[in-house]
């Protein structure tokens, strides 16, 4: 049974840095494309970052280019988000999500197995 487990939000102000971890067991992340998403309070879940299973290609949104890192920890099989020069609409529930697809997709429905979610609150 594949699970993932998402830790390491908290509260922050704005401009601080964040690192969030997602520890996948049941099955080695390279097997997988990894993608984390965000809902923000009132809003529709979105995609924030993706790592590719056959490579370390990495995709962004425009919202959090420049501020986001994904990166992947094979002998830990773990997946990371890197976050900073946090907004205040960073704020959120982040999850991380694995999908046996080749590319990175940023649609939801593309995702296989999903984390609980962590939160992350960035005050001004």
């Known amino acids: 049974q594949v699970q993932l487990v998402e830790s390491g939000g908290g509260l922050v102000q704005a401009g601080a840095s964040l690192r969030l971890s997602c520890a996948v067991s049941?099955?080695?992340?390279?097997?997988?494309?990894m993608g984390w998403f965000r809902r923000a309070p009132g809003k529709e879940r979105v995609f924030v970052a993706g790592i590719m299973k056959n490579d370390d290609s990495t995709n962004y949104p425009d919202s959090v280019k420049g501020r986001f890192t994904i990166s992947r920890d094979s002998a830990k099989n773990t997946v990371y988000l890197q976050m900073n020069s946090l907004k205040p609409d960073d704020t959120a529930v982040y999850y991380c999500?694995?999908?046996?697809?080749?590319?990175?997709?940023?649609?939801?429905?593309?995702?296989?197995?999903w984390g609980q979610g962590t939160q992350v609150t960035v005050s001004s």
């Open positions: 999500a694995a999908s046996f697809s080749l590319e990175i997709p940023w649609h939801s429905a593309a995702y296989s197995y």
């Open positions: 049941g099955h080695t992340i390279t097997g997988f494309s």
